[in-house]
């Protein structure tokens, strides 16, 4: 079974409106990690947003808040007052338990953001 | 910002050659990673390194690979004879601290290693 799913090859927003990028995780472990990375065509791996198993609100890192909802396994990634710049890869990952170093990344969402 | 530099940007290389992809971590990190993400697939993790050795290291983190930090400074993945599956983007990756499920990562730009 996969252990992060992004169901969304591709997402097309207008700038300025909200986008919602999905994500899906499995584990058994009680303490994880969620993340979010963007990768704009330039390829670089830009660290946008985290959320622990533990937390019990809901992240935000200014235009991007992580809408996590636990018994459902989703970590989805919303996108507000979308810029063209927001035109990336978006990679969701997993760090899994205590006693790891890695992320496992799910396969990605190309966001494109039109005028 | 401070920032992981990963040089070269592109290396091309022959099958069967020995590679050394170069990385330089953020200065006051402590935990150093590879990552790979071959054409139009997930980001795939190879091995972390902490106090001068590895930590953990993947299935793909065969005998052809090791890692090593030389100087204090650089941190660098060697591919012993390299593979046409080998070809793909290597991004290093750097964190003050590791283990817990909080740190961020933060990556380099990306060496993209072509082998022909």
């Known amino acids: 079974a996969q252990k992060i799913t992004q169901t969304q090859p591709g997402m097309f927003v207008q700038e300025k409106e909200a986008v919602t990028l999905d994500c899906t995780y499995d584990?058994?472990?009680?303490?994880?990690?969620l993340f979010w990375y963007k990768q704009p065509s330039s390829g670089e791996m830009i660290f946008l947003i985290y959320q622990g198993s533990y937390d019990q609100q809901n992240a935000t890192e200014g235009r991007y808040s992580l809408n996590f909802q636990k018994a459902r396994k989703s970590a989805n990634l919303v996108i507000s007052a979308s810029q063209l710049g927001d035109s990336a890869m978006y990679f969701c990952a997993m760090r899994e338990g205590r006693g790891t170093d890695k992320l496992i990344f799910g396969t990605g969402t190309r966001l494109q953001v039109f005028p | 910002e401070p920032e992981v530099t990963q040089t070269p940007s592109h290396q091309v290389t022959q099958m069967g050659q020995e590679v050394i992809l170069r990385c330089v971590p953020i200065?006051?990190?402590?935990?150093f990673y590879w990552y790979r993400q071959i054409l139009g697939q997930k980001v795939e993790f190879l091995v972390s390194f902490y106090n001068n050795e590895i930590s953990e290291k993947s299935e793909i983190f065969d005998d052809q690979f090791s890692v090593e930090r030389p100087d204090g400074s650089n941190f660098t993945l060697k591919i012993r004879s390299t593979k046409l599956e080998d070809s793909a983007m290597y991004f290093c990756?750097?964190?003050?601290w590791g283990e817990g499920a909080n740190e961020k990562l933060f990556f380099g730009s990306g060496t993209q290693l072509s082998v022909l």
């Open positions: 584990t058994s472990d009680p303490s994880y990690g």
């Open positions: 990756a750097s964190t003050p």
């Open positions: 200065s006051n990190h402590l935990y």
